[in-house]
């Protein structure tokens, strides 16, 4: 696509629950990354795949955060059992290989837990 | 781990000022990315500056690489309402914390 499209753009859990949250990349980009941004702050990085390379997972805050990628394209980012921390805006980004020349983001996934 | 310091942290102007915000870091970086970001969306990359000492323009914004590739710099002339948002800088996947720019008409 154009575009990182991002779905759903809105999700509202109850806490306990465990959730999906999808990213579809630009065609072509073989990096993605997560991020997560809380109500009036930063980006907090999340996990980072690379091609076919063991992604780097240094930023997910909790084993209950997980994240796939299914051949070199569609990632899912899961959280299980939500708390209300988990509260916040998810942002994906992609890129062309080993580009410091910066990313491409979705709009975001708006996760409430309440 | 290589940290990026944003300030200010919050800045509101009135319509037609010039403000500068800033970004450090006690690493020598070999590029820098400024993305704004409007609320509901996710941050658009406005420049790339890879050079130090470097300049670049983009409309009524200028962008400018420290000489030790440590710092930069991001400069709007005649602020407008249009400029609102959060202001980031960032280098691979490490972004600072934002500058957060309310122009008010």
């Known amino acids: 696509g154009a575009g990182v499209s991002q779905s759903p753009s809105n999700k509202v859990t109850e806490k306990g629950k465990d959730v999906e949250l999808r990213c579809d990349p630009i065609?072509?980009?073989?990096?993605l990354y997560w991020y997560r941004q809380s109500l009036g702050q930063g980006l907090e990085f999340l996990i980072y795949?690379?091609?076919?390379?063991?992604?780097?997972k240094s930023g997910l805050p909790s084993d209950r955060f997980s994240a796939e990628r299914t051949g070199g394209s569609v990632s899912t980012l899961t959280i299980q059992r939500t708390q209300q921390e988990d509260s916040a805006v998810y942002l994906c980004?992609?890129?062309?290989?080993?580009?410091?020349?910066?990313?491409?983001f979705g709009s975001g996934t708006r996760l409430t837990v309440v | 781990t290589q940290l990026l310091e944003q300030s200010p942290q919050f800045l509101s102007i009135q319509e037609g000022e010039n403000l500068t915000v800033y970004c450090n870091s006690s690493?020598?970086?070999?590029?820098l990315q400024w993305y704004r970001q409007e609320p509901g969306e996710g941050p658009v990359l406005l420049v790339t500056?890879?050079?130090?000492?470097e300049v670049k323009k983009l409309k009524r914004l200028t962008f400018q690489f420290g000489d030790a590739r440590k710092d930069s710099s991001l400069h709007i002339t005649a602020a407008q309402p249009g400029d609102t948002g959060l202001y980031l800088c960032?280098?691979?996947?490490?972004f600072g914390t934002g500058t957060r720019l309310k122009v008010l008409a």
């Open positions: 960032g280098y691979k996947y490490i």
């Open positions: 980004a992609s890129s062309w290989t080993g580009t410091n020349y910066g990313y491409t």
């Open positions: 065609s072509g980009h073989t990096a």
């Open positions: 795949f690379q091609g076919n390379s063991a992604p780097d």
């Open positions: 690493s020598v970086f070999s590029s």
């Open positions: 500056v890879v050079t130090g000492g």
